[in-house]
């Protein structure tokens, strides 16, 4: 089933990425001089003259990534940055998410999560170092703006794994890579500083102009035997977003003015997001090699993120529901196409002048150390690590209704415009930028809420490798044999305190002090509204007495503990199949012990006691893989993969707490919550590629994937036994027993039956010095993937309806790099684009919602020129432009003509200075 609206068509480039993958590949097949055999042209292909060509800049990462790709056993994607601190985007998943097969989610206008191949973040892993990373989220997957560009130096993904490869994920196993100083051939310095400014102009008290610089330094001593690596990144940047929101779900019941059956929603908002973020990164790299047998790496990594912001939003019940106030609420007149309220006015309704402020501070300290020896005939290889993760937030919700000092409310009219592909429009009948005529009182929603949620993550592991070379007749097939063993152990916990923030005496205004500049929400048609400082104002006029014991709180809370047991074996494959057949890959086996543990609460509400609930299980995965790749003349690669894979359960959807409750009616017992006997997903993957090398300046492969899931975790309801959670003495066919039965339905994540994934991928970089001499300098990298699944989930909590699409499976996903570089010059422009797809967005309970998110269509800029000779040499001026077109972000409930969000972040101009030396 499609459920996906027809998409509407914009045009970014005249050349579409498809297309422009096509034109690489018969553009380099129409180049026959470099189609010739290095047997063909000795000297022109031989190393040693490559070698002595000085490749820099853009040129530079895009050949080293090529090289990475050539030279993997495995199907794999590679980012290399142009010199150390210069990978160009923000944060490293606006890079990751250029690479054939991925895709970047928006959350607040970043790049923050990534599908790989179509599967949403909850499938594949991130690693630094090769280590698995924790995140301060609920769930696995690792915030990537958490990750500063400027401190990684390469990021490899591995869409097919191997044995060897520890942490892997079922669509993908994303490793960041910092640098490895003794790498380096002398010492380098490199400094960046760079300042922005954001199109949308000032909101509230948050300024449009940020910052960000860097500094890394590289260095070698006692005769090249010790290298250090050190590396700052700070970023400040304003958060400025202006959105139209609606509630949800859109629904159809009758409400007054309306014709039967309309579908409609419940409520409208206008929002000025106003606030900023903050991020500080550090990494240190000593590297130790006194000889050549033995390397010693210390890496430590830090970062801290801080996120300030707050929601100044008109918002606007259309329910029904105006307080109990009269006369009641009343469409007239209306407007209504294929069944849905398009446009109309909505009378008698009380507007709300919301503040939604949240501050977070998250923090990630990882430390790892690990030792290489080399013997004759094998090497032993080493590492213990640890990651710790903390998230630390606050969530404060202060309402504001227009009355006067006796408390009269103020009823309104809104007249409504439904969008679709734009802002939605609410224009109401009166000023509410009057701030003598707002009160802090107890609104239609109440005077406010609040919530204290954290999270903490700990992982701790160790890992040890044995490489031995192959001997006798096995040389012939098997170049060596790696066996090894892996453990980590892993908890995380979740505490979330919320409360109502209660009016500490009458109702008020707010002192003059307190407001900042009033916001223009002039995008949705509703006029400016005032902002103020909403932690002052509960602090001045509310009382705010966060807890966790409340009954309906107590599933809340939560901890989980992994401990993972992991020992593989792996035969490394070279062979000569003839005189023009190579075959090199791996075939090996990968075992793991799982042992899932979580420890919660559950409240008894017949006693009015919180009680413990412990639970969780253990199981075993006998995962084997296969890479080969067959080389053929001319550069030729046909790769083949089988393998089975898995991807661990969300970490939330583990918790043993759950909600309990008792059905007076029916007599029967019910909850719902978590589920810490959940398996893991489960599929059997195929994959085959062909690829086409002109050396390391260029490429073109075509791949085809299959993935056969097993198992699917799916929130359902199903039949339990309650018996552990009944009072004794309560289950009776009398009528005077509160139960008749234990048995209940009880609704959280289980494993249910999965699905075919299958999709095909294009990809091609290219330098158009091999077409002809006039375009040296110019050259383009495109990709383009197509992804089929038949899979659909149910999601009973939810609000988009049934038969949902895989969340994270955008159908097309294309990228367009065009570039040229030349005597210091540089430009750079980049599309990204993908199709609708089912996004994981957080709501106001902190829990993860599902929303149909409209494809996007994303473009950046960037021009820069670099000082070759002269006193200024090493000096780079850059200038760039994220998100060039100010792509909106616009999520919907299945229908694009039922919006629910519309959202602009602004573009963003960036002018800073490069100095490496």
Known sequence: MNIFARKRSHTAFPLKPVAAGCALLMAAAAAPAFAQTSADKPAANSGDNIASVTVAGIRRGIEDAISVKRDASSIVEAISAEDIGKLPDVSI???????????????????????????????????????????????????????????????????????????????GTIDLQTVRPLAFGGRAVALNARGEKNSLGKIGNAKDTGNRFSASYIDQFANRTIGVALGYAHLETPVLDNETGLYEPWKRDDRAGLPSGTFASDGIKAVAKSGRNQRDGLMGVLQYRPNKQWTSIVDVYASQFKNEETANQLEISLSGWNGGNKPDPIYNPVVINNGTIASGTDNNVYPLVRGMYNKRKDDIRA??????????????????????????????????????????????????????????????????????????TNTIYGSGYGKTPSVEDELKGFKVTANIQSWGMLEKAFS?????????????????????????????????????????????????????????????????????????????????????????????????????????????????????????????????????????????????????????????????????????????????????????????????????????????????SYEKYFDKKAYFAAAAFYKKLDTYIFTQTKSYDFSAYVPP?????????????????????????????????????????????????FGVTASTTYTDSKISIEDPSGSIGQHIPLPGLSKRVTNLTAYYEKAGFE???????????????????????????????????????????????????????????????????????????????????????????
């Open 93 to 171: 998943a606006e890079s990751i998410s250029r690479l054939p097969g991925l895709a970047a989610q928006r959350v607040a206008g970043r790049a923050q999560v990534i599908s790989v191949r179509g599967l949403s973040p909850d499938f594949s892993t991130t690693l630094l170092n090769g280590r698995e990373q924790v995140s301060t989220g609920d769930n696995r997957s690792v915030e990537f703006d958490q990750y500063p560009s400027e401190l990684i130096s390469a990021v490899t993904v591995y869409k097919t794994p191997d044995a060897g490869l520890v942490g892997q994920g079922l669509s």
């Open 729 to 777: 003495g309560s289950v009776g066919d009398a009528a005077g027993f509160p139960l008749h039965t234990t048995i209940g339905n009880y609704t959280a994540p289980y494993n249910g039956n999965g699905g075919n994934l299958k999709g095909v991928e294009l990809s091609a970089s290219l330098p158009l010095n091999m077409l002809t001499k006039a375009l040296d300098g």
């Open 367 to 440: 430390a790892g150390w690990s030792n290489e020896f080399k013997m004759d005939g094998w090497s032993l290889f080493t590492d213990l690590n640890y990651s710790k993760a903390k998230r630390a937030e606050l969530s404060l919700e202060n309402n504001l209704q227009m009355s006067n000092a006796a408390g009269a409310p103020f009823l309104d009219y809104v007249k409504l415009g439904y969008g679709n592909g734009g802002f939605s429009q609410l224009t109401p009948g009166l000023d509410y930028n009057n701030r003598n005529a707002l009160y802090v």
């Open 827 to 917: 430009a750079r422009v980049s599309q990204r684009k993908r199709s609708d797809f089912v996004g994981e967005i957080g709501n106001f309970s902190n829990d993860r919602a599902l929303r149909y998110v409209v494809g996007e269509n994303v473009i950046d800029l960037q021009l820069g020129y670099t000082f070759e000779n002269g006193p200024l040499k090493g000096v780079g001026l850059l200038v760039q432009v994220n998100n060039l077109r100010n792509a909106a972000y616009e999520t919907y409930n299945g229908d694009r003509a039922q919006q629910l969000e519309y959202q602009k972040y602004g573009r963003t101009v960036l002018a800073g200075v490069n100095y490496k030396f």
């Open 480 to 688: 060596s044999f790696d066996i090894g063993a892996n453990y980590s152990d892993r908890t995380k916990n979740k505490h979330q305190p919320e409360g109502n923030i209660n009016l500490k005496g009458a109702p008020t205004t707010i002192s003059p002090d307190l407001f900042y500049q009033s916001a223009n929400l002039g995008f949705a048609g509703a006029g400016f509204i005032p902002t103020w400082n909403v932690p002052a104002v509960v602090d001045k006029y509310m009382v705010f007495a966060p807890t966790d014991t409340q009954g309906y709180l107590i599933a809340k809370t939560w901890e989980v503990s992994e401990k993972i047991t992991t020992a593989f074996a792996k035969a490394n494959i070279e062979a000569e199949l003839g005189s023009d057949v190579s075959l090199r890959g791996n075939v090996g086996v990968q075992v793991q012990r799982t042992d899932q543990s979580s420890a919660s609460r559950w409240y008894d509400n017949t006693t009015g006691t919180i009680k413990p609930v412990d639970d969780g299980k253990k199981y075993t995965d006998v995962l084997p893989s296969m890479n080969l790749a067959f080389g053929f003349d001319n550069q030729q690669t046909v790769r083949v993969a089988l393998a089975k894979q898995l991807a661990r359960p969300r970490v939330d959807q583990m918790r043993s707490a759950l909600d309990f409750g008792i059905d007076t009616t029916k007599r029967e017992p019910g909850g719902s919550g978590g589920n810490a006997r959940l398996d893991p997903w489960r599929a059997k993957a195929f994959d085959i």
